[in-house]
């Protein structure tokens, strides 16, 4: 299994859609967990951290299932500046790993008028 | 403003030739990261440097060097024995305590002359 999954894309929504990604991850001990945002030819952004809880910033959701060691990220009411490559990151769990992230492939959400 | 700055946003080169980019960053971050981005590709960790005078390998160090002489900057050197330099180079920054973000500066891209 790989470090960290996520659902391959691409991903074609109309706008107004609703569009779940989840991102799967191998360490047990990973406790810190990232949402980006990529656009084309453009650097990572970040677009949210996920809490334990699930947290929620507008349009966004993350949610975090350690027992299934997965986090995923749902938007609501899409809209075309959504449309960009959207990457988890999970850090390598305790110690030195704590302070590195291992990012996931992305996934590229394209929302059609 | 407050940010990552990196430089030059392209670069060229020419075989057998070392060149070096540069990362600066204002945000009094105390942990730097250099990675790299292929096309279809997740972002690869070269080298990171959590402290002043120090830093620690990542997953692809080979043909490439840094330094941190300052908080501030943590250039990358890429050395002609990195025989395929061409990609996307991102470096980022975070605050030493744990759950916090990394964020990115805009990248350089290098090419082979």
């Known amino acids: 299994r790989k470090e960290v999954e996520q659902d391959p894309g691409p991903f074609n929504v109309p706008e107004g859609a609703t569009v779940a990604f989840n991102c799967t991850y191998s360490?047990?001990?990973?406790?810190?967990f990232f949402w980006y945002r990529q656009d084309c030819r453009k650097e990572p952004k970040l677009l949210m951290s996920v809490y334990s809880s699930g947290n929620e910033d507008g349009r966004f959701t993350a949610q975090l299932n350690r027992a299934s060691q997965y986090i995923s990220l749902l938007i609501r009411d899409s809209k075309l500046s959504d449309s960009a490559t959207y990457l988890c990151?999970?850090?390598?769990?305790?110690?030195?790993?704590?302070?590195?992230?291992?990012f996931g492939k992305g996934t590229k959400l394209s929302v059609i008028p | 403003d407050g940010g990552i700055t990196q430089s030059p946003k392209y670069l060229f080169r020419k075989e057998g030739q070392n060149v070096t980019l540069s990362c600066e960053q204002n945000l009094n971050h105390d942990a730097m990261y250099w990675y790299r981005q292929d096309p279809g590709q997740g972002l690869r960790l070269i080298y990171y440097s959590q402290i002043v005078n120090d830093f620690q390998k990542g997953d692809i160090a080979e043909g490439y060097s840094v330094s941190r002489e300052k908080k501030e900057s943590f250039p990358l050197t890429v050395t002609s024995a990195q025989k395929n330099p061409t990609a996307f180079y991102l470096c980022?920054?975070?605050?030493?305590?744990?759950?916090?973000?990394?964020?990115f500066g805009d990248g350089t891209r290098l090419s082979i002359l």
């Open positions: 980022a920054s975070k605050l030493i305590q744990d759950n916090q973000p990394q964020h």
């Open positions: 990151a999970v850090n390598r769990g305790s110690g030195a790993g704590s302070y590195q992230l291992t």
């Open positions: 360490n047990s001990a990973s406790q810190s």
